[in-house]
């Protein structure tokens, strides 16, 4: 038998997970794109990708360990 919870937490994951994904990718794609001119507006493209993966890894940590 499987937990009743699962279901719905498998879900939110998918849902969190994809996000992350989705906004992360579309930001590698313009900062990959703006290489081709301003070096510069693509180094700070990629800084704000790993800014933002890195605060949605502490946000998901903090709530892991709420539980």
């Known amino acids: 038998m499987t937990d009743p919870e699962f279901?719905?937490?498998l879900?939110?994951?998918?849902i969190v997970g994809?996000?992350?994904?989705?906004?992360?990718a579309t930001i590698l794609f313009l900062a990959f794109?703006?290489?081709r001119g301003?070096?510069?507006r693509?180094?700070?493209l990629v800084a704000a990708l790993?800014?933002?993966?890195?605060?949605?890894?502490l946000i998901l940590l903090r709530f892991s360990i709420l539980k």
Request: with cysteine.
């Open 7 to 9: 279901t719905p937490l």
């Open 33 to 35: 794109r703006a290489f």
């Open 38 to 40: 301003r070096e510069f």
């Open 50 to 57: 790993l800014g933002f993966v890195f605060v949605c890894c």
């Open 42 to 44: 693509a180094t700070v």
């Open 18 to 24: 994809g996000s992350i994904a989705a906004i992360g």
């Open 11 to 14: 879900l939110r994951v998918f």
